[in-house]
């Protein structure tokens, strides 16, 4: 068990500081999102994997299936906040400079135009019940892009699909600026996407 649980998850260093991202994204927010948010995220999660360990080497499969929701719970909301941070970048270090190359390729061939493709992304993803994300993905078997959104902090993978791009729609993420206006939040944060992270993403992931 001491081996099985020898490597914990722990939160990555945010590649900017809090204030940063302002005035799209407050240095308040930042903050709370990051080091209460995220980090519960990570605490949850090694908790929960050290339970499931104990609960395997007892063989006690009802209590490892118990355990299995807030394993994804935690664990989607560490993989997705993982990609988040670094999907963003303040506008000094190129955030919201339109992508150019193969990802500028496939979006225009794929959604018509990187505006089209920002418009049905923001509806989509405007469009939640509740809490979750939406998702630029790439459907490795035919190489395609792909908008969808996931509940919760489902990961993508979940719907089969490799993360590229994911915008955070819990009210944790744009409340204390944006109030209930869900779409101020969307139309706002396309100024600090981070395209190269993006793109950098895309190849890998055709690799």
């Known amino acids: 068990m001491a081996q099985l649980m020898e490597k914990k998850f722990e939160l990555p260093a945010l590649p900017y500081e ?3 991202l302002e005035p799209t994204i407050s240095a308040e927010i930042m903050m709370l999102h990051y080091t209460k948010h995220h980090n519960a995220y990570v605490t949850n999660l090694n908790k929960a994997l050290e339970q ?23 664990g989607g909301g560490h993989i997705n906040h993982s990609i988040f941070w670094t999907n963003l970048a303040p506008v000094s270090k190129g955030g919201g400079t339109p992508p150019k190359g193969p990802l500028a390729d496939a979006i225009n061939t794929h ?5 089209r493709f920002i418009d049905e992304m ?7 019940q509740g809490s979750g994300w939406g998702w630029l993905g790439l459907d490795k078997a035919s190489k395609a892009l792909r908008l969808t959104t996931c509940s919760n902090q489902d990961p993508l993978s979940t719907q089969g699909l490799i ?5 955070d729609v819990w ?8 109030k209930n206006v869900r779409p101020d939040y969307l139309k706002a ?18 690799s």
Not at 172 to 178: E, F, M, N, V, W
């Open 171 to 178: 009210e944790h993420a744009y409340y204390l600026q944006y």
């Open 163 to 167: 993360p590229l791009l994911g915008i």
């Open 189 to 206: 944060i396309w100024n600090v996407i981070n395209w190269q992270n993006v793109s950098e993403r895309y190849s890998q992931a055709l």
């Open 122 to 128: 923001n509806a989509k993803t405007g469009a939640i």
């Open 52 to 74: 499931y360990a104990e609960a395997e080497m007892r063989n006690d499969l009802p209590a490892m299936i118990a355990l299995e929701p807030a394993i994804r719970f935690n």
């Open 18 to 20: 809090f204030g940063d």
């Open 111 to 115: 959604f018509g135009s990187l505006q």
